[in-house]
């Protein structure tokens, strides 16, 4: 009997901030398309969630999230599309040296839905919002989260052109930039595919 070919890895990249005027949106979308024409044809799936679109409000679950007992449709649903996913590209701003605080709210809503999954980054700041990452990097590991090496990191000063800093300004990538961002992508489907197989063993998070 032939066995069924396994399902597309699907990934997600999740834009980080919900800010007006963000330039976080335009840096995700740069990233979804890089990363369709990266894997063409392979059984890649790469979609974009907008954290401004799902618009979770503060953490609201009276039950902490590693029990798994989420009393708020909003919550099930954001259960629901995580779960699908194998693999994450987080599009972050740095915000006061960390994360922003819309990004931290939505990772602390799930617990088992993060788990045995990878990530990597891209993320944007005066300093190239490394620190931003340096943070995420910690909450994710307690997720039970594989963050790959590689990371694309973003200069306000290098990499867009802006006028008017209340703006959100052009994006123009260095050249490197995207040769950066293709290998952590690579990383990234490795552990992904990897870890696929952790989830579906007995007794494992799903």
């Not at 044809?41 to 609201?60: S, W």
């Not at 194998?86 to 006061?96: K, L, M, Y």
């Not at 931003?132 to 594989?146: G, Q, T, Y």
């Amino acid at each position: 009997m032939m066995q069924a070919e396994p399902a597309p890895l699907r990934l997600a990249v999740v834009t980080g901030s919900t800010r007006p005027h963000r330039r976080s949106a335009m840096v995700a979308e740069w990233v979804h398309q890089r990363a369709r024409a990266h894997f063409g044809e392979a059984p890649v799936q790469i979609d974009l969630i907008d954290l401004a679109e799902v618009d979770l409000p503060p953490l609201d679950e009276p039950v902490p999230a590693m029990i798994g007992d989420y009393r708020h449709e909003h919550t099930r649903r954001w259960s629901q599309l995580i779960s699908s996913y194998d693999g994450f590209v987080f599009v972050t701003p740095e915000h006061n040296h960390s994360m922003p605080a819309a990004l931290k709210n939505a990772i602390d809503y799930l617990y088992s839905e993060w788990n045995n999954k990878a990530a990597g980054f891209v993320s944007l700041g005066v300093e190239g919002g490394t620190r931003a990452v340096e943070h995420l990097r910690l909450v994710l590991a307690e997720m039970k989260v594989a963050c790959v090496r590689s990371q694309v990191p973003l200069g306000l000063f290098t990499d867009f052109e802006i006028d008017d800093v209340t703006q959100p300004g052009r994006f123009t990538p260095a050249a490197q930039k995207e040769e950066l961002l293709n290998r952590m992508l690579d990383e990234l489907v490795e552990w992904a595919t990897a870890l696929r197989t952790v989830r579906v063993r007995p007794g494992s998070a799903v």
